[in-house]
């Protein structure tokens, strides 16, 4: 049976960000039991509750795989060991990535990336610190529409999302077809997730995939697309850097009206969106669609 957990569910930075006093970020430094405080996006999932994966390593994957005992080591198998079996990148973001240079203890590691990824990703010297011995660190290269086993019985298929590299990595565009940023189709036991932490455009290919799901976890990075602009002067549109906006007739929303079957689950949320304060109307109108807002420590039970 497919275990799947929500380690974070913030978009860059957190909630509250460091450096930001806006009225949602001070709510959830004054009254995090109404709104509480995010880690960054990640998730953990399991075929059979004993092998793990990550997808993506966040910034915060310590505090994240100290909050979970299923992801900590076990002392019946010595004095190093980890249950987490790999990690499948979905970009080279780096509230994506970052967390990675976190598990540089010698441990040997096993890295789902497309070829693009890793490429950006090994241009960095940073990551030699994961190659100081021999096999502590393999690339295992996934492609856009290539299903690949894992362990516990759980068969993933990258989904091409379209979008670009991160602004760091910029000097490697144009970039492959689809291995800039990808979603994830996981299937085990019957069951069928889709993962897509970043959407920048819902295709009729998406909904079709989303159709056929039971779960799905969809981009809500944003409400509207010009609401960066509220709190930061001068920054870009949502649509702009890759996130279509929850309302809207062209919003996600909208446009997965007619998706009935699943349940359906927003993450990746930004400390700008007002769905974080669950007094909002924002919030009343996701609810009332049929949406449920993922918080840190959601199980799929």
């Not at 996934?142 to 379209?162: K, R």
């Not at 279509?244 to 993450?267: C, E, H, N, Y």
């Amino acid at each position: 049976m497919l275990k799947f957990k929500l380690l974070g569910t913030a978009a860059g930075g957190g909630l509250p960000q460091w450096n930001c006093a806006c009225p949602l970020c001070n709510l959830s430094r004054t009254q995090p039991q109404l709104s509480p405080p995010r880690l960054h996006l990640g998730v953990s999932f399991s075929g059979d509750g004993k092998s793990w994966f990550l997808i993506n390593a966040s910034p915060d994957l310590r505090f994240q795989i100290e909050a979970d005992r299923e992801l900590q080591p076990t002392a019946q198998l010595g004095q190093r060991n980890t249950p987490i079996e790999g990690i499948i990148l979905t970009s080279a973001d780096l509230d994506q990535v970052l967390g990675v240079l976190l598990l540089r203890e010698f441990q040997p590691l096993a890295i789902y990336a497309t070829p693009l990824v890793r490429r950006v990703l090994e241009a960095n010297t940073f990551f030699r610190m994961l190659q100081r011995v021999p096999n502590q660190l393999t690339w295992i290269p996934i492609l856009p529409g290539v299903p690949f086993p894992l362990s516990g019985g759980v068969v993933c298929t990258p989904l091409p999302l379209g979008g670009s590299l991160p602004f760091y990595a910029r000097e490697f565009e144009p970039v492959e077809s689809g291995q800039a940023s990808i979603g994830l189709l996981l299937e085990s036991g019957g069951r069928r997730i889709a993962y897509t932490p970043s959407v920048p455009e819902i295709t009729d290919e998406l909904v079709a995939i989303y159709a056929t799901c039971e779960l799905i976890f969809v981009d809500g990075t944003f409400w509207s697309d010009a609401e960066l602009s509220q709190t930061h002067s001068g920054t870009p549109l949502a649509r702009s850097i890759g996130h279509v906006p929850i309302s809207g007739d062209d919003g996600t929303m909208a446009l997965l009206a007619g998706i009935t079957g699943p349940r359906k689950v927003f993450i990746h949320i930004n400390n700008t969106n007002p769905v974080l304060d669950p007094r909002s109307l924002e919030y009343h109108q996701v609810v009332e669609a049929g949406w449920q807002i993922g918080y840190d420590g959601w199980e799929l039970d």
